[in-house]
């Protein structure tokens, strides 16, 4: 049987398996969550939104002839990954997860590691500060809870309404990102604090690198569990299991 291939993506990796897959002449589709209103334009068809939980990408899986399906979607996507996992073994369609390395903290950071968004925003109780969210738009809100700060926000787009927190900065950019413009960023505006996820990969490490030289404390969430699925770490090792 020729294999038909569902992307979950939304990555940096996503993408490049995008372009590989594309290259390769293989039936594929790649699939968007809908959380960005312009999303990067891929070499497949593609897909923007969700499937409606399990139940609903069973029937997707059935209904466009699956065969292969690979979870390149953020490590933050962790509904979106579990809910893969269950389809996939319920449905008996091969899953693999092209995964990121978390990041480790090198010489020199300054890291103070939380579980979640929530203890996120209970690591910045204290005085006014400018902080550097790089976390998304629907994680800002949370923040309004710490309002004493100035906030930095690096989004992928404009914002649809102000956002909660009540002293802010938008910076609308999309990565991948270097070291030297995520250094100036932090000086244009003043940044004392950076808050970010442990997403790992390289388009989005360099304001790690440029808090380090600066000297900046980082609060770092860490990743939530994830299923238990074949991980791999390049677009050649996924083109390989699906040969196969």
């Not at 899986?61 to 509904?79: K, R, Y």
């Amino acid at each position: 049987m020729t294999p038909k291939l569902l992307i979950l993506g939304g990555t940096t990796e996503a993408s490049m398996l995008a372009r590989a897959v594309a290259d390769q002449g293989l039936d594929a589709v790649y699939s968007y969550a809908g959380r960005v209103a312009t999303p990067k334009a891929q070499p497949l068809p593609t897909r923007v939104g969700g499937f409606g939980g399990v139940d609903g990408l069973i029937h997707y899986l059935g209904e466009h002839n699956i065969s292969h399906v690979v979870d390149a979607t953020h490590p933050f996507a962790a509904q979106m990954s579990w809910n893969a996992y269950h389809a996939c073994d319920q449905a008996g369609v091969s899953l693999v997860a092209l995964s990121r390395p978390a990041w480790q903290a090198q010489a020199g950071d300054q890291w103070r590691h939380v579980e979640d968004v929530e203890g996120a925003v209970a690591a910045l109780a204290g005085p006014a500060k400018r902080v550097l969210l790089a976390l998304g738009k629907q994680n800002v809100p949370a923040f309004a809870a710490q309002p004493q700060h100035h906030y930095v926000l690096r989004l992928v787009d404009d914002p649809d309404a102000p956002p909660a927190v009540p002293n802010h900065t938008v910076v609308v950019s999309r990565g991948p990102f270097d070291v030297a413009g995520d250094r100036a960023l932090m000086e244009r505006y003043g940044v004392e604090v950076v808050v970010c996820k442990n997403s790992g990969g390289v388009g989005a490490e360099a304001k790690l690198t440029a808090a380090r030289e600066l000297g900046l404390p980082v609060v770092m969430i860490d990743r939530a569990p994830l299923p238990p699925r074949k991980e791999m770490a390049t677009a050649g090792a996924v083109l390989d299991w699906i040969r196969a």
